[in-house]
Every structure is written in C-alpha cells, then in structure tokens.
C-alpha cells in the first residue's frame, strides 16, 4: 500500500479522536518544508506539494485537507515568518517611522530576504498571490499612513503630502535594496533612517540657497 495512504489514514484516526486538535506538529512540519524549500531558492512555479509533502514528513492529503492549494499555503508560511507590525513610541513622526521601517531594513538579514527574490515572479504572475500579498503586507503600510496623518495633524508634515506616495517612498527602496542590492555605497548605512529623514526633509534646496560649485 502507498506510504501517503497509511500515514494519511493514520492522521485521519487521530483527528477522528473525539475532541482532538489538528497535529500542531503537522502544521509547523508543513509550514517549515515550505519556508526551506523556498529559501533555498525554489522558485515559487516550481515548488510543488510533493516536495513540500516529503520534507515535512506527511502525506498530500494531510497538507491539502489545511491548505486549499499552493498559494494559500505560501501566504501562511510568509505570514508566519513577518511578524507583527512593531508598537511605535509616539515620541515623534520620524522616530515611530524609523521604527516601523527597521525590519524592513533588517529584511536580508533573514529566512524573509533569502525567500522573497523567489516570490517576485510569481506575485507579478499570480493576480491571487498578489492580492494575498498585499493582504499581509497591509498592516504595517496603514501603520505607516497612521504616523503620517498624524504628522499633518500636528504640523510636522506639510498637509499637502500624498500620504500613499510617502509610504511607496519609504517602503519600496528598502525592499529594492535588500532584494537585488543594486547599490553597494548603502552597505552598513541605517537606510530606513536616512529615508525617512530624506522624506522629511525633501531634497529640495531652500530659499535663496545658490548652486554650489564641484570640487576641483
């Protein structure tokens, strides 16, 4: 008989139990396979069930009876990875944005930075995944916009400042660098600072300030 079928019969008996839980164990066994396999470098199209099924130790069946396809279960495995969006002193705009934005920037120092370039293709592929995505993601975005508006509030931010542009310009450079490192100068730089601390300011000269002439 098929080893999948005996160990699926076996989980069915357990879960049969009256009053016993589904195998937290099976779930983290699962959610781990899945977190390896993609940090290894498996690219999201090329993951399959099957791989996942094998590392974790467990049937198919086992994994589609939590998870209704693949995606589904790549979004709880990222999910499970992220963490919670990060408390924010309330001391100042720059300092709750600082800290909304450091793991961000602390991205590729993480299971989440080696995962993430295999994500790319498929969230530009898959409009479901995408939506998942954005989903998970949107917790700290709207923290984010909560430190913003309350900058205009208060006066700390111009009131004319597009507030879904400002989080595009804070986020989106840190994920960019983390992924694909295109700029090696921003090696060892506390970049979710100086974004920050660039947005604020603006890098627009001030009044009556002249052009400065090159060096040499």
């Not at 989106?172 to 660039?198: C, F, H, K, M, Y």
Request: net charge neutral; with cysteine.
């Amino acid at each position: 008989m098929n080893v999948d079928v005996i160990a699926d019969a076996t989980a069915d008996q357990d879960r049969k139990a009256p009053g016993r839980p589904r195998s937290a164990r099976a779930d983290e066994a699962i959610i781990a396979a899945t977190l390896d396999l993609l940090a290894s470098g498996t690219p999201v199209e090329a993951l399959s069930i099957e791989a996942v099924a094998a590392r974790a130790g467990v049937g198919k069946a086992t994994i589609y009876r939590r998870w209704a396809n693949k995606e589904s279960l790549i979004v709880d495995a990222v999910a499970s990875i992220k963490g919670d969006v990060l408390p924010v002193p309330g001391i100042s705009v720059r300092e709750d944005l600082v800290t909304l934005l450091r793991p961000v920037g602390r991205m590729s120092q993480n299971k989440f930075g080696r995962i993430m370039p295999c994500l790319l293709n498929e969230l530009r592929r898959n409009p479901q995944l995408a939506e998942s995505y954005r989903e998970l993601t949107e917790p700290r975005r709207e923290a984010l916009r909560r430190v913003i508006r309350r900058g205009i509030a208060t006066g700390e931010i111009r009131s004319d400042l597009d507030v879904e542009v400002a989080v595009t310009m804070l986020v989106a450079p840190l994920i960019v660098q983390n992924v694909l490192a295109p700029n090696p100068a921003l090696e060892g730089v506390d970049l979710p600072a100086e974004l920050v601390d660039t947005l604020l300011s603006g890098p627009a000269a001030t009044a009556g300030a002249g052009p400065v002439a090159a060096a040499g």
